[in-house]
């Protein structure tokens, strides 16, 4: 196995992943899954300034996660919020933790301070792993997001890479 930074004709892999995120669970508050065209373009959008990393064995991809504004203003450039996805038979051998390694360190080039993950109430096993990587619960959404029929709340997660006194520019992932 071994991570790479995503492509955009990886669209169609990443797609199966986290179709069933969309279509059987509450892990995703997307209610339709978006085309090729508009995967392939959040791909190309999101590698501008932020790492997008796939997990692949024998040419084929098992996992992906990847960063993106936490909020647009410009004293949040610091923080980012992080997602990963893993294709159902590959979950637990590792990989999300493998992701999130190597992201967090090339977050870490990029003069990141603080990463966010927001994850479904309902996703223990998330919320479990993301407090095993070291994240912390910060917050609680209740019945923020409605799907399947039931109102949903959202945990905020965080860990803080480092924190200087003043921050280094941030720095976009192209530019690394």
Known sequence: MH???????????????????????????????????????????????YPYL?????????????AHPYAERAAYQWSTEISVYIAKAAQGQGIGRQLYQKIEAILEKQNVVNVCACVTGQNQNSIAFHEHMGYEIVGQFKHIGFKEGQWLD?????????CPDVPAPFIPFSKL
């Open 3 to 49: 991570i790479r930074t995503a492509q955009t004709s990886d669209a169609a892999a990443l797609l199966a992943i986290y179709q069933p995120s969309i279509e059987n669970s509450t892990t995703s508050f997307e209610y339709i899954l978006p085309t090729l065209a508009e995967f392939e373009t959040r791909i190309s959008q999101t590698l501008e300034n």
């Open 54 to 66: 796939v997990m692949v064995e024998d040419d084929q991809i098992l996992g992906y996660a990847y």
């Open 154 to 162: 959202t945990f905020w997660l965080q860990k803080e890479l480092n």
